[in-house]
């Protein structure tokens, strides 16, 4: 068997070192020009107390040599992006940088870049990844990723306070954060009277405005005491913790609001449990998941799952039980299934879409519970195209198919008035038949006392 | 130090000095404030975020028995 070695498609832009894959592992090369730095963190238990605390990812020492060290970092099976985080997860994130940017402060050292993509979730809880993101404390100096932290942190996460959480699909956008002058000309003028606001952001976006045009570097930066700088990263702190949206939509009602009782719903979930212990599991997803309620009558079957909403109240109501239950085996993020997250950056690799994330995360079984009417329905999206996107990654799908009788289906179908016709389609039997285009139907069973019908689909041509 | 792989802006290497006095104001006026509402028993606790702080402790301990 040959090793395929090739570098991580995210990882040029920091000389200290990038991370490849070997085979199926990821692992970091450090170049020599980092080992004094690399040493050091070791040798002080710096990284050890990171670790311990569940703050930085883990990862052994795999071999030394003159001119590189190569380090493997505990896997993690599914890299979520700033972009499908709810507001919660943001600002947890947001946190985590701070609290360890003050902590590398008091030994010694900085964060060299305060990059959003520097952080993601696992097991529950937000950690950071990158490993070689420190460097010496410079005595007198300002904290150079500061601007990086405004833009992609504090600026995203005041703008979804005020315009609501869809603004952080801007950071599909703009791969190194919003633009500081963007950030500001989007906030109200009364953020102008903040304390924390005027400063960190209107402010720096006039000092970057009337900078930008030092070509020679000449103007003179002045010194920064340590305990100003961690004035700043305190204030910041505050700040944050404190921060919430401004128009917090009603979450948490869905199912009391759903048109079946509670027989059904009971039924619905022996069903899901009965199917995902006979698939023998490992990976699940549940796409369009909610807070998953779903998920979790079968969370201690599953090792890792992952539970998607196009609603980020849904997500953060989950991340939220998550972290108050301190589950480790569910990773909520947000995805519209009509426009999921692209490629982006340089090549459009750099972060890589989701659909080609879920493919290299190969669920044994994904879940799309009450979703097929929106696709169908909302997004105007046939069968045959729908079942051709589950497809590209799912070894077996659990759907469930409301009939054209199911109240919500029956209002969706209401909402087309005269072009309601061009939907005769939306029935059993043309969903089986664009199904069968990529999945061989195992199990089909009616869900009494309701107008739904679940499915239980192999996919026909997966590559496992 | 590592030369840099990103530009840090000027204006925002500037305009720390001025972020920091703010911050130091307003942390210093909030402390006044905690020390005065405690004094008057008003303070309530907040534990839904962690401390900025990072606990060594266990990890000192842990280290002692490593060694």
């Given at each position: 068997m040959t090793k395929t070695s090739k570098t991580h498609e995210?990882?040029?832009?920091?000389?200290?070192g990038y991370i490849y894959h070997d085979g199926n592992i990821l692992r970091r090369k450090i170049n020599p020009i980092y080992f004094p730095q690399y040493k050091k963190l070791k040798d002080s238990g710096f990284f050890k107390t990171l670790i311990k605390n569940n703050l930085l990812i883990s990862h052994e020492e795999t071999s030394v040599s003159e001119d590189q060290i190569i380090i493997t970092p505990e896997h993690i099976p599914f890299i979520t992006n700033p972009y499908e985080w709810g507001f919660e997860q943001y600002k947890q994130a947001a946190l985590l940088t701070l609290k360890i940017q003050k902590f590398a402060l008091s030994k010694g050292?900085?964060?060299?870049d305060a990059s959003a993509y520097n952080v993601t979730f696992h097991k529950g809880k937000p950690i950071f990844i990158?490993?070689?993101?420190f460097d010496f404390y410079e005595e007198?100096?300002?904290?150079?990723a500061y601007k990086q932290f405004i833009t992609h942190f504090l600026g995203p996460l005041v703008l979804a306070r005020y315009?609501?959480?869809?603004?952080?699909?801007?950071l599909q956008a703009y791969i190194d954060g919003i633009p500081v002058k963007m950030i500001s000309s989007m906030?109200?003028?009364?953020?102008?009277?903040?304390s924390v606001l005027y400063p960190n952001i209107h402010l720096l976006a006039k000092m970057e405005s009337r900078h930008s045009e030092d070509y020679k570097a000449e103007t003179k930066i002045a010194k920064l005491s340590l305990k100003a700088q961690n004035n700043i990263i305190e204030s910041l702190y505050n700040f944050i913790s404190k921060l919430s949206l401004?128009?917090?939509?009603?979450?948490?009602d869905y199912y009391s609001k759903t048109n079946y009782n509670e027989t059904a719903f009971n039924t619905k979930k022996d069903l899901i449990r009965n199917w995902v212990s006979s698939l023998n599991a490992k990976k699940l997803i549940d796409i369009?998941?909610?807070?998953?309620t779903f998920a979790r009558t079968v969370q201690d079957l599953v090792p890792h799952i992952m539970v998607t909403d196009i609603d980020s109240n849904a997500v953060d109501a989950n991340f939220l039980q998550i972290l108050k239950n301190k589950e480790d085996n569910i990773l909520p993020f947000v995805c519209d299934v009509l426009q999921p997250a692209p490629g982006i950056g340089f090549n459009n690799t750099e972060r890589e879409s989701l659909i080609h994330r879920l493919t290299e995360y190969k669920p044994d079984v994904t879940m799309a519970l009450a979703l097929i009417h929106h696709i169908t329905?909302?997004?105007?999206?046939p069968f045959k195209k729908s079942a051709a996107f589950f497809a590209?990654?799912?070894?077996?799908l659990i759907i469930e198919f409301p009939k054209r009788e199911d109240s919500w289906v029956t209002s969706l179908l209401v909402r087309?008035?005269?072009?309601?016709?061009?939907?005769?389609?939306?029935?059993q039997s043309e969903f089986e038949k664009g199904y069968s285009h990529f999945f061989t139907l195992l199990k089909k069973e009616e869900l009494t006392e309701t107008k739904r019908v679940m499915y239980l689909f192999e996919n026909k041509n997966y590559d496992s | 130090m590592n030369f840099l792989y990103?530009?840090?802006g000027l204006g925002a290497m500037i305009v720390q000095a001025i972020v920091a006095v703010a911050a130091g104001v307003l942390l210093f006026s909030k402390n006044v404030l905690y020390k005065v509402k405690s004094f008057f028993g008003l303070v309530k606790k907040d534990d839904s975020y962690d401390s900025i702080?990072?606990?060594e402790e266990d990890t000192e301990e842990t280290n002692d028995k490593n060694q």
């Open positions: 995210a990882s040029f832009r920091d000389p200290s050292f900085i964060l060299k990158d490993t070689l993101s007198g100096s300002p904290w150079r315009h609501g959480n869809e603004v952080f699909n801007m906030l109200p003028p009364k953020t102008k009277l903040s401004k128009e917090v939509s009603e979450w948490g369009g998941g909610n807070d998953g329905l909302s997004g105007n999206v590209k990654f799912s070894k077996n087309k008035r005269e072009f309601i016709n061009y939907f005769d389609f939306y029935n | 990103f530009d840090p702080d990072v606990d």
